[in-house]
C-alpha cells in the first residue's frame, strides 16, 4: 500500500484528471502515475459522473505527490495557485517553459509564469531568484526585479547581469 506525504495538492480538473497527469508525468523526470481510482454507481446522485469515469489519478512529479479529482466544470484553476519550478540553467527554464507552456494561455505569461492548457498556473524560475531579490543591496535587488518585470519567460544571464 503507497504511503500519502502529509501535505499532497489536488487538482481539481472537469474531466482531463488522467490526461493531465499523464502529460505531467511525461515532463518531468523521477515522476509516475501511482493509482487510479473510478467512480463508481454509489453517490451518482451527487458527483453526476458515470461508472467507470476516472475518479483520482494519484501521480508524483520528481517525487512530489499529487491528486488528480476529476470533479466536473463547478471549479475552475486561477492564478492564486501556482507551482513553482525551480531551475539551475537556462537550459531547464526552456525545457520546462515550452513543455509546460505547449497549449496554454499566451496571455498569462509574465515574469516566469504561465498557464498550462489545462488552466494550472506554473512558475519557471531560476533557483538563485530568491539569492537576487534579496539582501541589504537595494539598489541591486530593485534593477533585478525591473528586469525581472520586462520578461516572460526569465532569463538567468539578464537577472544575473541586472544585479552586477
Not at 58 to 75: R, Y
Not at 93 to 109: Q, V
Request: aromatic fraction near 10%; charge should be negative.
Amino acid at each position: 500500500m503507497q504511503t500519502l506525504s502529509r501535505i499532497t495538492p489536488c487538482l481539481w480538473f472537469d474531466q482531463q484528471a488522467q490526461e493531465a497527469a499523464t502529460d505531467y508525468v511525461g515532463i518531468f523526470p523521477n515522476s509516475r502515475i501511482r493509482a487510479i481510482s473510478h467512480y463508481g454507481e454509489a453517490g451518482r446522485e451527487v458527483h453526476g459522473m458515470a461508472a467507470g469515469m476516472v475518479l483520482t489519478v494519484t501521480f508524483e512529479l520528481d517525487g512530489q505527490p499529487f491528486t488528480a479529482l476529476n470533479g466536473g466544470p463547478a471549479f475552475s484553476f486561477n492564478e492564486a495557485v501556482s507551482f513553482q519550478v525551480m531551475c539551475d540553467t537556462q537550459e531547464e527554464i526552456d525545457f520546462f517553459w515550452d513543455r509546460l507552456g505547449a497549449g496554454g494561455d499566451e496571455m498569462a505569461r509574465q515574469c516566469g509564469w504561465l498557464k498550462d492548457r489545462y488552466g494550472v498556473s506554473w512558475q519557471i524560475v531560476p533557483r538563485q531568484l530568491q539569492a537576487l531579490l534579496t539582501g541589504r543591496d537595494t539598489a541591486r535587488t530593485d534593477r533585478v526585479m525591473e528586469a525581472l518585470l520586462k520578461m516572460k519567460k526569465l532569463d538567468i544571464d539578464a537577472l544575473v547581469h541586472a544585479a552586477g
